[in-house]
């Protein structure tokens, strides 16, 4: 595969198939974004991924949108608390083992991200804790399953 610049993606790369043809999904965003990892239960995400289906266009714009909600809201001033994610992989005797916790990307304009990178500065917390407690948060409180 050959990667060439495409005019409509700010001269980032396009990954070409043997047919020279564009793989993978299209760019929707020309501005470059930063990407905060976490981890989460897989049933907590295969949930995020309805919630989204129903309610936005893509996971991004559905994390996007519950990290502003997150920040302007500050349920943690009215008594939420901070959950810390687990390993996606644990050891036992050197053998390796899934935990059914799933690492994801939080992908974010970049301004959000030095926002959130200030509160947990703030808070002495983690981007990590910052970001799985918002995520429960949401699918808690926000789009609670009925």
Same mark, same amino acid.
């Given at each position: ?6 005019? @409509?993606?700010? @001269? ?135």
């Amino acid at each position: 595969m050959a990667k060439v610049a495409n005019s @409509n993606t700010a @001269n980032k790369p396009v990954t070409l198939s043997h047919r020279r043809s564009p793989v993978g999904r299209p760019r929707s965003r020309l501005e470059s974004l930063a990407v905060i990892q976490t981890r989460i239960p897989e049933p907590m995400y295969r949930y995020c991924k309805v919630v989204q289906s129903i309610r936005y266009p893509s996971l991004t714009e559905m994390f996007e949108d519950m990290l502003i909600r997150f920040d302007t809201e500050r349920p943690w001033e009215h008594g939420l608390l901070w959950r810390q994610p687990k390993s996606a992989i644990s050891y036992h005797d050197a053998d390796a083992m899934r935990t059914g916790w799933k690492q994801i990307n939080i992908n974010l304009k970049k301004d959000l991200k030095s926002k959130i990178i200030t509160t947990c500065k703030t808070l002495n917390i983690s981007m990590s804790a910052y970001s799985y407690t918002a995520l429960y948060w949401w699918i808690q409180y926000v789009y609670p399953q009925k």
